[in-house]
């Protein structure tokens, strides 16, 4: 098997920057690209090489690493026509889309890189910031499984779990099914703790209390915590979580699944960025609900 040592990582918000550092950490030759360059300082402190382009870092890397916002951001990154990372992809290498996107995106961009004799696999990630700075995300692989045991080494690198999950683009489905459960349930969380303290409960002591119950996860309790406390310091973006909800409705609509659950968590979602909260915590739903 084919020793993979140079990455190249494009994007370095707060979730690439912290992926970016692992890898450094871990010994791999990186070059990294971020749309805004000043982001890649701290990386290049540590080692990391810095280019000019998408196409730049991807020329001579043996896996080629986007985390970028959404389908606009990653298409910009992959297909420019003159900058994209697609085009400076060398045979064999493998791309690896992480940033959450439609399925139908990464089907496409996985044919776009077969042509130019690469493979791909989409790996969306669970887990937030402190998830990426611990190494313990949970990437949903969807790809060949020739190409996901050659790319396994660097992935759990920064995971706790990589699931093979099926073909190219079912990461893209299953992810968007987890953060719809993720979102419901903070959407739940967000108007019960409004019921509660309309009915006689302070807002810390009705987050405590819900955190006895089994049915109650700890990242919810920890979501109800944070709620109840005000505290809305950006974790996970209100904006990306419901740019994760329009992903899923399209989806939906497009496979005939019904998603009231979803719609309505988006529509509170909706309702938090027409309060200027769409870079705030998802937490920040709770002032839509409370
Ligand atoms: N935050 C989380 O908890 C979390 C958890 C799991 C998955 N995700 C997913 O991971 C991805 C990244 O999330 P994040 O929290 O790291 O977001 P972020 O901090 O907002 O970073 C977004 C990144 O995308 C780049 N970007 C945006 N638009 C672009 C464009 N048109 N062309 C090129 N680059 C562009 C940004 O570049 P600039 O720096 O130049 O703006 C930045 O590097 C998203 O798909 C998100 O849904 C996030």
Redesign the pocket.
């Known amino acids: 098997m084919q020793t993979m040592q140079h990455i190249a990582f494009?994007?370095?918000?707060?979730?690439?920057?912290?992926m970016a550092a692992h890898l450094v950490k871990a010994g791999y030759a990186v070059t990294v690209w971020?749309?805004?360059?000043?982001?890649a300082a701290p990386l290049q402190h540590s080692g990391a090489a810095l280019a000019a382009t998408?196409r730049e870092a991807a020329q001579g890397a043996d896996i080629v690493i986007s985390?970028?916002?959404?389908d606009?951001?990653?298409?910009?990154?992959w297909m420019d026509a003159q900058t994209g990372a697609a085009a400076g992809l060398q045979p064999g290498a493998v791309a690896i889309e992480?940033?959450?996107?439609t399925p139908g995106w990464v089907r496409q961009l996985a044919d776009e890189v077969l042509r130019r004799g690469a493979q791909l696999l989409d790996a969306?990630?669970?887990?937030?910031?402190p998830?990426?700075d611990a190494a313990q995300?949970i990437f949903m692989v969807g790809g060949d499984g020739p190409t996901l045991a050659q790319v396994r080494p660097v992935l759990s690198t920064l995971a706790a779990k990589v699931l093979h999950v099926g073909e190219v683009g079912q990461g893209a489905v299953l992810?968007l099914a987890v953060?719809a459960l993720f979102a419901e349930q903070l959407h739940s969380v967000a108007e019960l703790l409004g019921f509660l303290t309309r009915n006689g409960f302070a807002a810390d002591q009705a987050a405590d209390l819900l955190a006895e119950f089994p049915i109650v996860a700890a990242p919810i309790a920890g979501a109800a915590r944070m709620m109840a406390a005000g505290n809305t310091a950006?974790?996970?973006?209100i904006?990306?979580?419901e740019?994760?909800l329009r992903y899923l409705l399209e989806v939906a609509q497009a496979s005939g699944a019904e998603l009231p659950g979803a719609t309505a968590a988006r529509t509170a979602f909706q309702r938090a960025q027409r309060m200027g909260l769409g870079v705030s915590n998802v937490t920040a739903v709770a002032a839509v609900l409370g």
């Open positions: 494009l994007g370095l918000g707060a979730m690439g920057a912290r971020n749309r805004d360059p000043a982001k998408p985390m970028v916002t959404d606009t951001a990653a298409r910009n990154v992480c940033s959450t996107v969306p990630v669970v887990g937030s910031r998830q990426a995300l992810k953060n950006p974790l996970f973006t904006d990306l979580i740019k994760d």
